[in-house]
């Protein structure tokens, strides 16, 4: 059961649930943009991050990574367990593109000899700058040791969901991930893994397959999500 809004951000809204310590995080149909600067409704959208990344979620539980995540509720909506968010997501990149590109010179397509990982303020209005682990610890965000085991699972999250997208065809390029403490202080996934928050690129042609297709106007984006779901054999209505 569906009770009080608790939070809502671009993409997503929390509710409280009948049950203390669990929240049902609801899929909005919005696409945003350049921190929320571009905004459109997309009607399906939420019900495919949500198919997506339900799915997603239930195949990094069987590999042994850790998440919010306890069982999807709704075409729209999954009953998540209630952390306390940390300020500071983790992107992983494989490959170069978005903002590693402009910042360091480098051309979109490189493949990178090992994943990155970095960190990223959260804070639309300071626009996601991005922080060392020193900033985490200094301003109280994260201890090191807290960012360590985010650092670790996100790589764990990239063999995972790597191998399950090439087997599809699809170039996991890079993603963003965001951590948050259960009431035991055990730092889990939270937030969502869809096209949303990564780049995915056809293994053959190089088509865009994310986001990145509403950022640069390229056209369907409910289209290309249904393709990646369709890809990874998701159930859709
Ligand atoms: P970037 O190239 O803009 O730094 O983004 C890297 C990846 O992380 C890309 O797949 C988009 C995703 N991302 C978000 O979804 N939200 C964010 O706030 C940030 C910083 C990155
Ligand atoms: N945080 C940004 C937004 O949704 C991400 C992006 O530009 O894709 O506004």
């Known amino acids: ?13 929390l509710f409280e649930s009948e049950t203390p310590g669990q929240l049902i995080q609801e899929f909005k149909d919005d696409a945003t943009a350049f921190d929320g600067i ?3 409704v997309i009607a399906g959208k939420g019900e495919l991050n949500c198919a997506i990344s339900s799915f997603i979620f ?23 367990w209630e952390l306390d968010m940390i300020p500071v997501e983790v992107v992983i ?13 480098l051309e979109e397509g490189l493949e990178l ?36 085991s985010m650092r670790q699972m996100a790589l764990q999250v990239n063999e995972v969901l790597s191998s399950m997208l090439a087997d599809v065809g699809i170039r996991l390029v890079d993603y963003k991930l965001e951590f948050g403490r259960l009431p035991d202080g055990g730092i889990v996934l939270g937030d969502e893994i869809t096209p949303d928050g990564c780049r995915l690129w056809d293994a053959e042609t190089g088509r865009k397959l994310d986001k990145d297709v509403f ?5 369907g984006l409910s289209e290309v999500y249904h393709e990646v779901a369709t890809r990874l054999g998701i159930p859709l209505r």
């Open 1 to 13: 059961m569906k009770g009080k809004l608790k939070y809502e951000g671009k993409g997503k809204c």
């Open 38 to 40: 571009k905004h459109e």
């Open 58 to 80: 239930d195949k990094l539980h069987a590999a042994g990574v850790r998440s919010h995540y306890i069982r999807r509720e709704g075409p729209r909506e999954m009953r998540v």
């Open 93 to 105: 990149r494989n490959i170069a593109a978005g903002s590693i590109c402009k910042r360091l010179g």
């Open 113 to 148: 000899p090992r994943p990155l990982s970095e960190l990223f303020y959260k804070s639309d209005a300071l626009h996601d700058p991005m922080v060392a682990v020193e900033h985490a610890e200094l301003f109280g965000w994260a201890s090191a040791e807290e960012i360590a």
């Open 215 to 219: 950022r640069q106007d390229m056209g």
